[in-house]
């Protein structure tokens, strides 16, 4: 089946900082990609939409400048949290959506998890 | 009220028992997704349906459109099968998909 990758799996940074979170559709290409964020017990609450080769489409309250969405290629996107605070640790999760027509199946990465000190 | 009802929010169960886990929703769809939330936190993306039934092992996933409802079955569970399972839902017209809040699972050996 299809795989989508993230890495880092996991990472701590001090508060003010800015950290990057690549997502990887390792098998197909991936037009349209999504990234979501999950607090404890919670459900997956999308951030933001991205095209390969467009801007992203930021939900409503999701600070664009914050969360800087690339999406440079039709395998890969990048979430950079920019100067991190505490309330930005979570769990954030990319899925993918092959670029042929007429599918709905997307794809889920393994998650990283943020924790900013 | 949500797009996407689940129903139960919480589940615990034997080893062996068929379980049932229900999603209801108030919106024209393209499809739906169940998927599968381990402790972990890894997502598994089990079906996704238009219409019908489907079947992977141990694991069927039924839809009725005209009844805007879903349930995922799981036939002689196993403990390893307590999990976080989510219903999603993607809009007629939409990209994105609509998420339930979840049902938890547990296997009791």
């Known amino acids: 089946g299809a795989v989508v990758s993230q890495h880092p799996s996991w990472v701590i940074c001090k508060s003010g900082t800015s950290v990057k979170i690549e997502c990887r559709s390792l098998d197909f290409q991936a037009t349209t990609m999504f990234w979501y964020r999950q607090f404890p017990k919670q459900s997956l609450m999308l951030m933001a939409t991205s095209n390969e080769g467009s801007k992203a489409t930021y939900e409503q309250g999701v600070e664009k400048d914050k969360f800087l969405i690339n999406h440079a290629s039709l395998t890969l996107s990048t979430l950079t949290v920019t100067s991190a605070h505490p309330e930005d640790s979570s769990f954030y999760i990319c899925?993918?959506?092959?670029?042929?027509?007429?599918?709905?199946?997307?794809?889920f990465g393994p998650g990283t998890r943020l924790t900013v000190t | 009220k949500n797009e996407v009802e689940q129903s139960p929010q919480n589940l615990t169960a034997q080893e062996g028992e068929f379980i049932t886990i229900n999603c209801s929703y108030s919106?024209?769809?393209?499809?739906l997704h169940w998927l599968q939330q381990h402790p972990g936190g890894g997502i598994v993306s089990l079906f996704m349906?238009?219409?019908g039934k489907k079947k992977h092992g141990r694991l069927i996933a039924t839809i009725n459109i005209q009844e805007k409802h879903s349930s995922l079955h799981i036939t002689a569970s196993h403990p390893r099968d307590s999990a976080v399972y989510i219903c999603a839902v993607r809009i007629q017209g939409a990209q994105k998909l609509v998420f339930g809040q979840g049902t938890r699972l547990t296997i009791n050996p």
């Open positions: 899925s993918a959506r092959p670029g042929h027509t007429k599918s709905y199946e997307q794809y």
């Open positions: 919106v024209g769809i393209s499809a």
């Open positions: 349906l238009s219409s």
